[in-house]
């Protein structure tokens, strides 16, 4: 009977719909917009909405919570968002401009934010805000406290010692991963990327994190050395070989035995060399130069190249088997310019390295310095950075790096840039280059002329033209 009786209600609620006895339905969207600052406020990462003039329009509940500001989010509505906010992240270049000029939004981006005297360590996701037109109005920044996975994290360290590979593009996350799974096995590596990604900090992490880690690490640079110079050097010689072989000598395959054997620039052995090199691969032994005695030997062989093996392959310049043998796991790094958002964690990284080194005490990095150093295409990579980052170390007086400090390509290069978005780009350009060298010559007219290879009076001529208003020199 209760059966029957739940069914006739069921079937009635069904019928006073279809007839349409219940005819309020709420209307959702209206409700979400009228509740949206209690829904932000009940959740529990901390959320702040900037607008476009970087000036607070919303904070919810929990940001306030973590960044230690009492009192109402209406205090702080309409001040600059570095008066909330303040954490690494604005130091090292804003995360909402890298937004807007990237188009791209942050996920999980690490920053410290000092709080009662000690150091928190927040994961900040940023976003775009559009208005029905599609135009960009303002930004978001979702955080949370992440201090203690942090200090987890630093506990395990040991277990996985990536620690000198900085990164945290999702490209670089995927070879940490690769990492972890290949450096203890004994399988052939090879690790393809272009000049200054790092492969030898990889081949370093793949045996520092392998069981042959007691052993020796041996690298050998095979651009470097000449056909006969090279088999040498791998496979060892005896004495009398060759002219200037005055005693036997051990190559680097012997001296690596039971450890690893880098061999960088892979892609430049002859193929007489590559023959001998299948060999050890495949068998584990060889002869030295000019002997007869078997040698065998343990070894673990990782390598690297710039080029593109493959093609090389295919173009008969690089045996086939030997490829297959050597790329048994392939790693492949990515550009800098791939992974722009890992420029911040480099920059902080190379200032810790040379303030060790110089004994300077640099602390910061102006916004506008970072802009210049997010802008680059870096056709050298990580390595440019780093001799980018010397540069300015060089230059930098003080404890900030700013634009000045900078090499000319990075000041030219976001000169140009900007010129470009110009109505007017040639016009724009040579209005930037008149300001930059009246700035460097401290604005003595005489001196920017020289400079700029042109006479006092066209100088003048010039400023006016371009709406540059004179003043006094320094």
């Known amino acids: 009977?209760?059966?029957?009786?739940?069914?006739?209600?069921?079937?009635?609620?069904?019928?006073?719909?279809?007839?349409?006895?219940?005819?309020?339905?709420?209307?959702?969207?209206?409700?979400?917009?009228?509740?949206?600052?209690?829904?932000?406020?009940?959740?529990?990462?901390?959320?702040?909405?900037?607008?476009?003039?970087?000036?607070?329009?919303?904070?919810?509940?929990?940001?306030?919570?973590?960044?230690?500001?009492?009192?109402?989010?209406?205090?702080?509505?309409?001040?600059?968002?570095?008066?909330?906010?303040?954490?690494?992240?604005?130091?090292?270049?804003?995360?909402?401009?890298?937004?807007?000029?990237?188009?791209?939004?942050?996920?999980?981006?690490?920053?410290?934010?000092?709080?009662?005297?000690?150091?928190?360590?927040?994961?900040?996701?940023?976003?775009?805000?559009?208005?029905?037109?599609?135009k960009v109005i303002g930004g978001i920044e979702i955080f949370r406290d992440v201090s203690l996975i942090k200090e987890l994290k630093d506990e395990l360290k040991d277990k996985y010692s990536f620690e000198n590979i900085a990164g945290k593009n999702f490209r670089m996350h995927e070879v940490y991963e690769l990492l972890k799974e290949v450096a203890p096995t004994r399988?052939?590596?090879?690790?393809?990327?272009?000049?200054?990604?790092?492969?030898?900090?990889?081949?370093?992490?793949?045996?520092?994190?392998?069981?042959?880690?007691?052993?020796?690490?041996?690298?050998?640079?095979?651009?470097?050395?000449?056909?006969?110079?090279?088999?040498?050097?791998?496979?060892?010689?005896?004495?009398?070989?060759?002219?200037?072989?005055?005693?036997?000598?051990?190559?680097?395959?012997?001296?690596?035995?039971?450890?690893?054997?880098?061999?960088d620039e892979v892609g430049d052995i002859s193929p007489a060399t590559q023959v001998k090199l299948l060999r050890v691969l495949q068998e584990g032994e060889f002869e030295r130069v000019g002997g007869t005695k078997t040698i065998k030997v343990n070894v673990r062989i990782v390598t690297a190249t710039n080029k593109d093996l493959k093609a090389a392959v295919e173009a008969g310049e690089f045996r086939e088997d030997l490829y297959y043998r050597l790329k048994v796991v392939p790693i492949r790094l990515p550009a800098l310019r791939e992974r722009k958002d890992d420029i911040p964690l480099l920059v902080k990284h190379f200032i810790r390295k040379f303030n060790a080194e110089m004994a300077m005490d640099v602390t910061n990095i102006s916004p506008s310095a970072m802009e210049l150093l997010m802008a680059y295409n870096y056709p050298g990579n990580i390595r440019e950075l780093e001799h980018v980052i010397e540069h300015a170390f060089v230059r930098c007086q003080g404890k900030t790096i700013n634009p000045e400090h900078l090499p000319g390509d990075l000041q030219v290069n976001d000169m140009v840039t900007r010129a470009l978005s110009q109505s007017e780009p040639l016009k724009s350009l040579e209005r930037e280059m008149i300001l930059k060298t009246l700035d460097e010559t401290k604005w003595k007219y005489t001196e920017c002329a020289r400079k700029l290879k042109m006479s006092r009076t066209t100088l003048w001529r010039r400023m006016k033209e371009l709406s540059i208003a004179k003043k006094s020199a320094a």
Not at 58 to 68: C, D, K
Not at 214 to 234: P, Q, R, T, W, Y
């Open 1 to 134: 009977m209760a059966e029957n009786t739940n069914t006739k209600e069921t079937t009635d609620f069904e019928d006073d719909i279809a007839v349409g006895a219940i005819t309020t339905q709420p209307d959702f969207n209206a409700a979400l917009e009228l509740n949206s600052d209690t829904i932000l406020n009940s959740i529990a990462d901390g959320v702040v909405v900037i607008g476009l003039d970087h000036r607070i329009l919303f904070v919810n509940r929990a940001a306030l919570e973590i960044m230690g500001k009492s009192g109402k989010d209406e205090i702080l509505r309409g001040r600059k968002c570095a008066e909330l906010l303040g954490h690494s992240g604005c130091t090292l270049g804003c995360l909402l401009n890298t937004t807007l000029k990237t188009g791209e939004h942050l996920y999980n981006y690490e920053a410290l934010y000092e709080k009662a005297g000690r150091n928190m360590t927040l994961s900040i996701n940023t976003a775009l805000l559009k208005d029905k037109d599609n």
């Open 187 to 263: 399988s052939a590596v090879l690790i393809e990327g272009e000049t200054g990604t790092g492969k030898e900090l990889i081949a370093n992490a793949i045996h520092r994190n392998s069981p042959r880690f007691g052993d020796s690490f041996i690298k050998v640079n095979c651009a470097a050395l000449s056909e006969g110079l090279l088999e040498s050097e791998l496979f060892g010689h005896v004495k009398g070989a060759f002219t200037g072989a005055i005693a036997d000598k051990s190559g680097r395959f012997e001296l690596a035995d039971n450890g690893t054997l880098f061999l």
